[in-house]
Nanobody
Framework: QVQLVESGGGLVQAGGSLRLSCAAS????????MGWFRQAPGKEREFVAT????????YYADSVKGRFTISRDNAKSTGYLQMNSLKPEDTAVYYC????????????????WGQGTQVTVSS
């Protein structure tokens, strides 16, 4: 079992930046691929980014590529999502997830989820 807790969400103006954190506890965080997903009101949960267990490989949704950066610090059992050049369409609840698989982009591929953190981007 892995427990995940997100933090760092908030209200920001378009063009601004936020950094989300995902603190893990329980089993060895470094064994898991970590992903970020988001869900806007009335929409399905969508993939944002994923990072391999050592951090050597990453994969992004086209909508965030070049603006968001996923990273992790296994010594701190924490993952991060740096979000720059934010747009109003980035407004959503952001979730981190963990799985023993490799760089999955589907929510069905992740077994463990945090409770989510709200990100609101004003125009």
């Amino acid at each position: 079992q892995v427990q995940l807790v997100e933090s760092g969400g908030g209200l920001v103006q378009a063009g601004g930046s936020l950094r989300l954190s995902c603190a893990a506890s329980g089993r060895t965080f470094s064994s898991y691929t970590m992903g970020w997903f988001r869900q806007a009101p009335g929409k399905e949960r969508e993939f944002v980014a994923t990072i391999s267990w050592r951090g050597g490989s990453t994969y992004y949704a086209d909508s965030v590529k070049g603006r968001f950066t996923i990273s992790r610090d296994n010594a701190k059992s924490t993952g991060y999502l740096q979000m720059n050049s934010l747009k109003p369409e980035d407004t959503a609840v952001y979730y981190c997830a963990a799985d023993l698989g490799y760089l999955g982009s589907s929510s069905n591929e992740y077994d463990y989820w945090g409770q989510g953190t709200q990100v609101t981007v004003s125009s």
